[in-house]
């Protein structure tokens, strides 16, 4: 009977170390679970796993699965580097390198920011790096909490600029004709602003009026 117990014993010990997950392997989870959501377009339970990308959650790609590279401990948070591959909105492959960082909050894990994600528009090109507002280490949650500002900042140095351009560029001598049936023209450019404007462009349209006459008899 003790043998039996003691066997008993043993088993109960291998099924409760073999069912016991470490914290590394909850937070690894998280970060899977979380990639399933995005590529099913499943926000509620993708920002209930990434709490702080509520209010960005549309900019961020809808990722496909998630194969976890490196898991590394900081100070009871996680921070997990891998790999997604996806098509995006444009049916384009991509295979992205993406790093994420996990916190157990009472036992709850969440991810609390991420570096990888983040999509901007690529009509803003380098200029978020410009003005100072993305530097190369800035993580997710940074990039997405200052988005608005970055495209607002963007589009009224765009009116400005063009006001600049609009007035600091004068058109001077401005002729063409269509002879033949071949439109040209010619123009000469004066620029007044403090800076070289390059590749400038004009575009000519022109109408052909056809007349009509119509010959009326008695």
Known sequence: MTRFFSLFGVLIAIVSLASCKS???KASETVIAYATAMSADDSITAVHLYPNSKHFYGLMPHIGAFEVGNIKELNGSYEISGQSSYYDKNSRFHQQKLT??????NGDFVITDSKGMMELPE???TYPYQIGAITPVSRDVAIGTNYKDIVSCFYIDCIRKSWKLNNGIEQINWSWDADWGTPHGSCTIKNTL???VKNIQYKITYYTVMLLWAVMTA
């Open 23 to 25: 914290n590394a392997d």
């Open 100 to 105: 994420f960082w996990v916190q157990n909050k």
């Open 123 to 125: 009509d803003l090109g």
């Open 194 to 196: 403090p800076f070289t």
